[in-house]
């Protein structure tokens, strides 16, 4: 507080106030003279005091009926104020003292060291409230700059999710149509020619899909969203599947890839088999990339059992290129890699070691890695699992069962983008089953109040209208079929707020894009019988 303390002097002569500006030059304080009390009110309640120091007899308005009027404006009613009198010891004022709020009483003949003291201590008690008057305010302003940071991030937070799902859904779609493609012409036996090309663009689809799903992982990572699940698995057949998804690759550029899995591992835990093979797919994945000969080893064996769980150590092992020492923390860092030339070299958005760490540490573990420049590289981490007394985990059904006929079927499709409507529609004609193209919400609407469907195909992102307001409508509508009508969203966004709106809007479920033609089949089959 760089101010200085204000004290208002209330004396009728001059010469009294003169005498107590002496006694109170040393303090450092400034003192305003006041010779009447209609000019001390008036002067109270322009200014603020740290103190009054009042003498109790003047003509026209004494001592007593001047504080009763200061004390009137709320301003004035904490103000410390001090009578100096002669007449202290008399009781009938040292009563009407206290009724009008008097803090202490100075007789006169006044000793200077009594009035330096205690008029010193009420300045020290005025600065200190106004210190904290000042921190409070201080308090007040950083509260609204965080509150208005908050909204700001919290903006920038939205925004960035709109971005992300709109540019989900635009890189997906397309997405969808190549990966899609690739799949019916695998099934219309093409040449051994043939077939290399379409593995090669299955692989570069596949590689530009792990692109996008690494970016959104990491927001989602990011903004603390990221979901774990507790579901039963078998661990021998994860890791296999793993493998074999590297087999291609690994037989390409002429390398070895092992898999060693310890007799102790339970046949089946309790865990996020997703999230694990994600994690295990991109250590893999950066092994067989940074690997130009030699082998990639997959290991897994049990660390700990304790109380119905168990530890599972991974270890992925290569003969790669490795990693300089001074290197290894920068590789957890997001969009960075070793060095800019393995970027040039490689590839890679930086982004899956950052994604895989933050995925190991969100389980409880910890990703650990050793390496030796041009000798190899070894990633490690643990996992807790639930154990399950189960020896196998029931296949899916849908997942063994042959597609069969979906004659008698009548579908709408609800889809803006061309190509993406010759790909479903692909499917439908190749499964015998019926079906309208509609190219957005409102056509849409129109058709489902023209015709009867057994399921409705709803793409979201359309123009006219989206599939979330043609969902309403047709839920809107007055007739038990259309609030029972089965319709399935294709959606090209992986953040859970979108497939909560889903559900919200009235939706019975939904198939994410690029989708797997196995779960569009079961997903729409049910309705089938459900017709007959």
Known sequence: MNVKPKILIVD??????????????????????????????EKANKTEFALVLMDVRMPGMDGFETVEKMRKNPLNELIPIIYITAFYNEDYYRVKGIKTGAVDFITKPIIPDILIGKVTVFMKIYRQRKNLEEE???????????KKAKELAEDATRAKQKFLS???????????????????????????????SLEILKFSADNLLQIVNDILDYSKIDAGRIEFEKVEFEMRKLLTGVKQSFDYEVNRRHLVLDLRIDEGIPMVLLGDSTRLTQILINLVGNAVKFTEKGSIIIEAKPVKK?????????????????????????????????????????????LGLAITKKLVELQGGELKVKSVVCKGSTFSFSLPFLVSDKKFVEDDPHQKSAFHSLKGLKVLVVEDNLV?????????????????????????????EKNRYD????????????????????????DDYYQELP????????????????????????ITKPFNPKELFWTISPFLKKRD
């Open 12 to 41: 009728d002569r001059l010469k009294n106030i003169i005498v107590l500006e002496e006694m109170l030059a040393d303090l450092d304080i400034e003192m305003v003279r006041a010779n009447s009390g209609q000019e001390a009110v």
């Open 136 to 146: 409070i305010i201080w308090r007040e302003e950083i509260e609204k700059d965080l």
């Open 166 to 196: 709109t540019m989900s859904h635009e890189i997906r779609t397309p997405l969808n149509a190549i990966i899609n493609t690739v799949n019916l012409l695998r099934e219309e036996e093409p040449r051994s020619d043939q077939l290399d």
């Open 306 to 350: 304790y109380n119905g769980q168990i530890d599972i150590g991974f270890s992925i092992i290569d003969t790669g290129i490795g990693i300089p020492e001074d290197k290894i923390e920068v590789i957890f860092e997001s969009f960075t890699q070793a060095s800019s030339s393995t970027t040039r070299k490689y590839g890679g958005t930086g």
């Open 420 to 448: 993406n409507q010759k790909i479903v529609s692909k499917y439908l004609t190749k499964w015998e089953a019926k079906f309208d193209i509609a190219e957005n919400g409102r056509v849409a609407v129109e058709m489902v």
């Open 455 to 478: 399921v409705v195909l709803m793409d979201l992102h359309m123009p006219e209208m989206s599939g979330y307001e043609a969902t309403l409508k047709i839920r809107a509508m007055n």
């Open 487 to 510: 319709i399935i969203a294709l959606t090209a966004s992986v953040f859970l707020e979108d497939r909560e709106k889903i559900f919200q809007f009235g939706m019975s479920g939904f």
